[in-house]
T-cell receptor, first 113, second 111 residues
């Protein structure tokens, strides 16, 4: 079975500062990994995904994540936070051939002016 | 841009009543899913559906739940006899390959 752990339920950064949201996974086989963003009262929007190609994945809105097998991590970063980045971020994992997603508990990102 | 649409956006029902949540997946997608998110908790997988049958379900998806694709466009989740603990946001999703597209959700409140 696979699982996802997101360290930090709340992260607060200043506008223009680096954003780092942490995600560690557990999987018996090389997984697919995803980051989703949820704005208030909206659905989940895919930011980026890793599906066994390049380990550094670039997504929308300037976000990127690096798959590190040795650390079983898939941390999400953005060099400079914008006020519009304030949202809930979910890391998720699925197994190749099995499409159901297992989500982490989410990290709420606050961006201070 | 194609999107997954869900109706209603909010439904209030009395305990013990049946509810049907509706979804229109993206038209060329073949895999459909329901997830739920209880307030303050993580998003949880309920069921996946492919080729007119359930392909996978979680332990949450018990006999109270059922899914159906009644026509070529709709995908529904039925809860037969709602319980207070069924109160949650229910998300429909569809995929063509690895990327799941989610609807905006139906907030179900059981009173």
């Amino acid at each position: 079975a696979q699982s996802v752990t997101q360290l930090g339920s709340h992260v607060s950064v200043s506008e223009g500062a680096l954003v780092l949201l942490r995600c560690n996974y557990s999987s018996s086989v090389p997984p697919y990994l995803f980051w989703y963003v949820q704005y208030p009262n909206q659905g989940l929007q895919l930011l980026l995904k890793y599906t066994s190609a390049a380990t550094l994945v670039k997504g929308i809105n300037g976000f990127e994540a690096e798959f590190k097998k040795s650390e079983t991590s898939f941390h999400l970063t953005k060099p400079s936070a914008h006020m519009s980045d304030a949202a809930e971020y979910f890391c998720a994992v699925s197994l190749p051939g099995r499409r159901a997603l297992t989500f982490g508990s989410g990290t709420r990102l606050q961006v201070q002016p | 841009e194609p999107e997954v649409t869900q109706t209603p956006s909010h439904q209030v029902t009395q305990m013990g009543q049946e509810v049907i949540l509706r979804c229109v997946p993206i038209s060329n997608h073949l895999y459909f899913y329901w997830y739920r998110q209880i307030l303050g908790q993580k998003v949880e997988f309920l069921v996946s559906f492919y080729n007119n049958e359930i392909s996978e379900k979680s332990e949450i998806f018990d006999d109270q739940f059922s899914v159906e694709r009644p026509d070529g466009s709709n995908f529904t989740l039925k809860i037969r006899s709602t319980k207070l603990e069924d109160s949650a946001m229910y998300f429909c999703a569809s995929t063509q390959d690895t990327e799941a597209f989610f609807g905006q959700g139906t907030r179900l409140t059981v009173v």
